[in-house]
């Protein structure tokens, strides 16, 4: 007989704030330390670091107060969708070696084995998976 895990998911609602950032890349740490199965230190760190440039990208740039954060184990790697207000899509800029910006985009892409992102009226969502 084969039993199959239910997919474990984490959602969260973060204030778009000086802390968004942090507090998300703990969740993210956390959800994927408690994965029934081991997670390779490189897909933690893609995954923290995925879901930090989306969080930090929604503060920076969109509109509204919030905005939420979604984990979910896809079995061959770590789904993250973020979600805000704002249904301007993200879109890459000039890389700045100023400290400006511009590296966030690429890095998100690079290290995605899947992004998708769905505008709509009230917002969007950026959905990324981090293989295993």
Sequence with gaps: MTTVEPPCDLGARLERGPQAAVHARRLVRTFLGGLPRAVPRETTEAATLVVSELVTNVVRHARGR???????????????????????????????????????????????????????????????????
């Design 66 to 132: 919030l905005c939420s954060l979604d984990l979910r184990d896809m079995g061959h790697g770590v789904g993250i969708s973020v979600s805000d207000d704002d249904p301007e899509p993200p879109r890459p800029r000039p890389l700045d070696l100023t400290g400006q910006g511009g590296f966030g985009w690429p890095l998100v892409r690079r290290l995605s084995a899947e992004l998708t992102v769905l505008a709509r009226s009230d917002g969007k969502t950026v959905h990324a998976v981090v293989s295993f």
